[in-house]
């Protein structure tokens, strides 16, 4: 019986992508890596890895789920730097959820080596989280 498919969209059974991630099995190479790992992490339910992932300047102390809402899709829109090679980069995405849909370019930087989420970036500028 076939393994279903990571929440993430690149088509490897989850336990073989993003559940390494989520579990500490491995680490995000690259920024489009985890982000594509936290969206899974929204699908999956796994606060404590959203947690773990985020920026030490920018993270909540905690964070609530909200159960009611049912991703179903990812599209990753464009990229800038993010590479094993650099420190910092974005991801723009487009994340899908019965009834609508999020549009977010997300910016994301080393800490103690590993990618982490800083914020959104809008308009040039970053959010407020």
Request: charged share 15%; hydrophobic share 35%.
């Amino acid at each position: 019986m076939a393994k279903p498919p990571c929440p993430c969209g690149l088509g490897a059974p989850y336990g073989d992508c993003c559940g390494k991630l989520h579990q500490g099995l491995a680490a995000a190479a690259t920024a489009e890596q985890l982000m594509r790992s936290r969206y899974s992490a929204f699908v999956v339910g796994d606060a404590a890895y959203l947690l773990r992932t985020w920026h030490s300047a920018t993270r909540p102390a905690e964070l609530q789920l909200d159960n009611n809402i049912r991703w179903t899709g990812l599209e990753v829109l464009h990229t800038t730097g993010g590479s094993p090679f650099h420190t910092e980069g974005t991801v723009e995405f487009q994340a899908y959820y019965q009834g609508g849909s999020l549009h977010e370019n997300s910016l994301f930087t080393r800490e103690n080596g590993a990618w982490v989420y800083v914020e959104a970036v809008i308009d040039g500028g970053a959010a407020s989280v």
